[in-house]
């Protein structure tokens, strides 16, 4: 049973098909989830982080992808969170390259940067140490195909201009990238902190 984020914006993700050439996935132990209590009207998430004296800092994200909820944490403390979609198959981890999965584990990002197609792409860290630690035990079980690399170019991005209504309709269609639309991404963008920011995604 999940527990109902404070704020909830509406929207979701866009499938982008953002992966080159690397895939599998990272973990990390992330801190434990608490929800903040009242619910309350939609508001901005730059005025929230002000209105309630937040340090931004604090921010990571946590991808429930079952939900395909998108939530924003700050001191641990459940702050907002945004429709989103996922990879064309978006159940069970990213083993490799051109699966159109969406990798599970602890991430941070290497960069960011505004997209001439999808707006904004936000770079996951992906693949990172854990990642290929799994992807080596795949391979040695025989899990991963002959020539199939880990994959890569793994990110957070929005969509065309106009093309928000992909995301309202909920349906998984990137190659292993996690699409918001347009204006939720514009919220979380500013507070990006490439190697630092850390986003955990969970099946």
Same mark, same amino acid.
């Given at each position: 049973?999940?527990?109902?984020?404070?704020?909830?914006?509406?929207?979701?993700?866009?499938?982008?098909?953002?992966? *080159? =050439?690397?895939?599998?996935?990272?973990? %990390?132990?992330?801190?434990?989830?608490?929800?903040?209590?009242?619910?309350?009207? @939609?508001?901005? %998430?730059a005025r929230l982080l002000d209105s309630l004296h937040l340090d931004p800092t604090t921010m990571r994200f946590h991808v429930d992808k079952s939900?395909?909820?998108?939530?924003?944490?700050?001191?641990? *403390?459940?702050?907002?969170?945004?429709?989103?979609?996922?990879?064309?198959?978006?159940?069970?981890?990213?083993?490799? =390259?051109? #699966?159109?999965? *969406?990798?599970?584990? @602890?991430? @941070?990002?290497?960069?960011?940067?505004?997209?001439?197609?999808?707006?904004?792409?936000?770079?996951?860290?992906?693949?990172?140490?854990?990642?290929?630690?799994?992807?080596?035990?795949?391979?040695?079980?025989?899990?991963?195909?002959?020539?199939? #690399? $880990?994959?890569?170019?793994?990110? $957070?991005?929005?969509?065309?201009?106009?093309?928000?209504?992909?995301?309202?309709?909920? =349906? #998984?269609?990137?190659?292993?990238? $996690?699409?918001?639309?347009?204006?939720?991404?514009?919220? $979380?963008?500013?507070?990006?902190?490439?190697?630092? *920011?850390?986003?955990?995604?969970?099946?």
């Open positions: 049973m999940r527990i109902a984020p404070i704020f909830l914006a509406v929207g979701l993700p866009l499938l982008v098909s953002c992966q *080159t =050439q690397q895939e599998a996935r990272g973990v %990390l132990t992330s801190q434990p989830i608490v929800a903040a209590p009242a619910s309350a009207p @939609t508001i901005s %998430l939900e395909r909820i998108f939530e924003v944490l700050v001191n641990d *403390t459940l702050r907002k969170s945004y429709p989103c979609v996922l990879g064309e198959k978006p159940v069970g981890d990213k083993y490799y =390259q051109g #699966d159109r999965r *969406t990798p599970e584990g @602890t991430f @941070t990002f290497r960069s960011k940067r505004v997209h001439d197609q999808w707006h904004k792409f936000i770079w996951v860290d992906y693949p990172n140490a854990e990642s290929w630690r799994r992807y080596k035990a795949r391979q040695a079980k025989g899990e991963i195909p002959a020539g199939k #690399d $880990i994959g890569g170019e793994i990110g $957070i991005h929005g969509v065309p201009d106009g093309m928000d209504h992909w995301v309202d309709q909920a =349906q #998984d269609w990137t190659w292993g990238c $996690i699409a918001l639309r347009n204006a939720d991404v514009d919220e $979380i963008y500013p507070y990006i902190r490439p190697q630092r *920011t850390l986003m955990e995604i969970v099946p």
